[in-house]
T-cell receptor, first 116, second 114 residues
Framework: SAVISQKPSRDICQRGTSLTIQCQVDSQVTMMFWYRQQPGQSLTLIATANQGSEATYESGFVIDKFPISRPNLTFSTLTVSNMSPEDSSIYLC?????????????FGQGTRLTVV | AQKVTQAQTEISVVEKEDVTLDCVYETRDTTYYLFWYKQPPSGELVFLIRRNSFDEQNEISGRYSWNFQKSTSSFNFTITASQVVDSAVYFCALIFNAGNMLTFGGGTRLMVKP
């Protein structure tokens, strides 16, 4: 199994500022995933972060708005840049273990962001 | 198209009632993994179950049970004798290709009233 530590757990930010969310995993993983959950909505994948290469962004998400770092196999950050109230969401990081019948998906505790 | 559909956006029951949450998926892949997660008001995702596409055995865990039917592409979740603490949003999700990301359904908000 994997233990994921995500911080901050919540923050209230002023519009126009940026927030960096950190995700630390207790073991090495190849891929890390960042999701956004807008109020009352489901989870939407923002990007996949692989160590040693640039993150792969899903449609509707761009690197300038959501830059991601992946300096090693246990750590990643997601920055929400130039925030507006529409960015108020829960942001979650996730990892997968296994490529066979024992595939598991683990999530961080989430970062609840409010932009005012 | 590959997607997960949870047609019930919100369900309200009275405590001790049984309730079934529906999940229907679409995929062309023969190997995939199905998940159910619970999200209480605190926001974290709580893992409930994982089922592989080649294992159609249904599963029971206490008051929870899951019915996986490949013939109808469904993976339904039943809570027996519901309790107030079961109130949460429940998500069904899939990994369509080994090593790929999760695709989530829209979620079902379950409210259990005393």
């Amino acid at each position: 199994s994997a233990v994921i530590s995500q911080k901050p757990s919540r923050d209230i930010c002023q519009r126009g500022t940026s927030l960096t969310i950190q995700c630390q995993v207790d073991s090495q993983v190849t891929m890390m995933f960042w999701y956004r959950q807008q109020p009352g909505q489901s989870l939407t994948l923002i990007a996949t972060a692989n160590q040693g290469s640039e993150a792969t962004y899903e449609s509707g998400f761009v690197i300038d708005k959501f830059p991601i770092s992946r300096p090693n196999l246990t750590f990643s950050t997601l920055t929400v840049s130039n925030m507006s109230p529409e960015d108020s969401s829960i942001y979650l990081c996730s990892v997968l273990y296994g490529l066979d019948r024992y595939t598991e998906a683990f999530f961080g505790q989430g970062t609840r962001l409010t932009v005012v | 198209a590959q997607k997960v559909t949870q047609a019930q956006t919100e369900i309200s029951v009275v405590e001790k009632e049984d309730v079934t949450l529906d999940c229907v998926y679409e995929t062309r892949d023969t190997t995939y993994y199905l998940f159910w997660y619970k999200q209480p008001p605190s926001g974290e995702l709580v893992f409930l179950i994982r089922r592989n596409s080649f294992d159609e055995q249904n599963e029971i865990s206490g008051r929870y049970s899951w019915n996986f039917q490949k013939s109808t592409s469904s993976f339904n979740f039943t809570i027996t004798a519901s309790q107030v603490v079961d109130s949460a949003v429940y998500f069904c999700a899939l990994i369509f290709n080994a090593g790929n990301m999760l695709t989530f359904g829209g979620g079902t908000r379950l409210m259990v009233k005393p």
